[in-house]
């Protein structure tokens, strides 16, 4: 029988209540029974995703794009539906004995891509390379956990710190490596529905895993092609060189709806599109200056301009799909005068110019025009992600303009890993560039993490989201619906984390 949170479901008052028993005893029949998966179909599936990962390491970034690519190579314990529903994963049962203790039972016939069966060493090491590694990008969705062991060769205990209902949501994030794994990962070898085949310039191959547990998955193989331009993507869906493509932009979305062969389908999302304003130098240390770039925004005007009106604008860095979302922390309404005013009193009647960065193949010009015009000159460093991304990690002092997702669905991934002052020890920080945080949220994120009352939980993420807003380090700017360009002939249910699965996806029945 599966045990799990059936303590804190009836107080827990986010989107997970009950999914995380029902749906789990649902989903798993406590049995390890997969459904049924069709033959592989002999046409490629042919993706074109917006980015390049950064790496196939997936304890050593955290990033949008690698984590949708990897999704496809590894598992977590645990995983999401589409609809943000916790399912089993490499974990098909768990108890929960006491509040601090978690027992979880390895699926039986799960195996790595060469073959090895999946034991509880191989769990542990991924545990502690995830938390230890010094350059782990995904420590903090760890910082609840005490300790772990392994009880056989296909059991592992968790032992938290506090009570910590939301365990097996962090634990989807954290994907399982054979032990001894080399560092960094290069050429992945996971436990996923498909398995790297081939690599090249700007893309990927994958080819089907025959014996994943779930059985062999539905395509034959599965090219990635990694194109940051929205025009080239669309392009390439009209003339069949793609099945699906990722971020259909606004001036493409028409000719995709009208088309014959393609359409679009849309979905929320939990992403967050947002400025970083590295506060520690100058013009940014000054709050006059951070005050003004906040009100100089139209963030209704950059949703009808930049997205095609396909949006929301943006009061906080949590969507309205994550739990700890503050319904009364609304967008800021644009003041000119008054972002003029703070701009001068600061010491730039004349205005200032800025660098901001942004990776390639998103298009700013309606953010930079309403920032002309309360005084501040914005040039644009347009870099490739590959490159942007180590240099958001470092720390580089970047003006940045990005998205950021709660991947967890939950508020604590932007606290414990964007927000709180950076602690290798501890894992909190581990996704924190800038130094964002102060005493006072630090003790709020760290507070919230030990509550095991959802309802003050809430109220503690609440004035967590309050206080980094009035820093102004992080201004939301607009969430967005995610557009997918998809031929007709295919499948695809666009999933609310953003994950593109291949083993999801099916051909249409001739």
């Not at 045990?3 to 479901?9: E, G, T």
């Not at 962090?170 to 990962?185: D, T």
């Not at 945080?437 to 760290?446: F, G, V």
Request: proline content about 8%.
């Amino acid at each position: 029988m599966i045990v799990a949170l059936r303590r804190f479901a009836s107080r827990w008052p986010g989107p997970f209540a009950g999914s995380l028993v029902v749906t789990v005893c649902l989903l798993a029949g406590c049995d390890g029974a997969a459904p049924p998966r069709p033959e592989a179909d002999e046409r490629p599936l042919r993706v074109a995703l917006h980015a390049e990962p950064t790496s196939l390491d997936p304890h050593l970034q955290s990033e949008s794009v690698a984590n949708s690519l990897l999704s496809n190579l590894y598992e977590g314990l645990t995983s999401f539906d589409g609809e943000m529903g916790l399912r089993p994963a490499l974990a098909e049962r768990w108890e929960s004995p006491d509040d601090l203790t978690w027992i979880l039972r390895i699926r039986r016939g799960a195996t790595f891509h060469d073959g090895r069966p999946v034991t509880a060493a191989d769990v542990v090491a991924s545990l502690e390379r995830a938390r230890d590694h010094p350059a782990s990008r995904v420590s903090a969705f760890l910082v609840a956990v005490d300790s772990w062991r392994a009880v056989d060769r296909s059991t592992v205990e968790l032992r938290t710190l506090r009570p910590y209902p939301i365990l097996l949501n962090k634990l989807a994030l954290i994907l399982i490596v054979p032990a001894g794994s080399p560092n960094p990962i290069v050429d992945p070898v996971g436990t996923g529905p498909y398995r790297l085949a081939t690599r090249g310039a700007g893309r990927l191959e994958l080819e089907p895993y025959a014996r994943h547990w779930a059985g062999p998955p539905p395509h034959v193989r599965v090219d990635f092609t990694f194109e940051p331009d929205s025009a080239r993507r669309a392009a390439g869906l009209l003339g069949g060189d793609f099945d699906l493509v990722t971020e259909v932009g606004p001036e493409e979305r028409a000719r995709v709806a009208a088309s014959e062969v393609a359409e679009l389908r849309e979905r929320d999302t939990l992403t967050v599109n947002y400025l970083q304003l590295p506060g520690d130098v100058p013009p940014f240390s000054d709050p006059r200056v951070r005050e003004a770039l906040d009100l100089a925004i139209d963030r209704r005007q950059l949703v009808a301009q930049m997205v095609g009106g396909v949006g929301s604008p943006a009061g906080q860095m949590v969507g309205p799909n994550v739990f700890g979302y503050v319904p009364g922390l609304v967008a800021t309404e644009r003041d000119l005068p008054r972002a003029r005013q703070l701009l001068a009193e600061a010491g730039y009647p004349n205005g200032v110019d800025l660098d901001l960065d942004l990776r390639a193949g998103r298009s700013l010009e309606p953010l930079v025009r309403q920032l002309a015009e309360a005084g501040f000159r914005v040039h644009l460093q347009i870099r490739r992600w590959s490159e942007l991304y180590p240099l958001l990690q470092s720390g580089a002092p970047l003006f940045y303009f990005g998205g950021w997702s709660c991947t967890s669905g939950d508020a604590s991934d932007l606290f414990d890993g964007k927000v709180h002052t950076r602690s290798p020890r501890s894992g909190y920080g581990s996704q924190q560039g800038r130094v964002l945080s102060t005493p006072l949220l630090d003790r709020l994120i760290e507070i919230a993490g030990s509550a095991s009352d959802m309802g003050e939980r809430r109220r503690l993420l609440e004035q967590a989201a309050r206080e980094l807003a009035a820093r102004r380090l992080l201004l939301p700017l607009f969430v967005a619906r995610t557009e997918y360009g998809v031929r007709r002939s295919l499948r695809f249910e666009p999933r609310l984390d953003g994950h593109v699965r291949a083993a999801e996806i099916r051909w249409r029945t001739p």
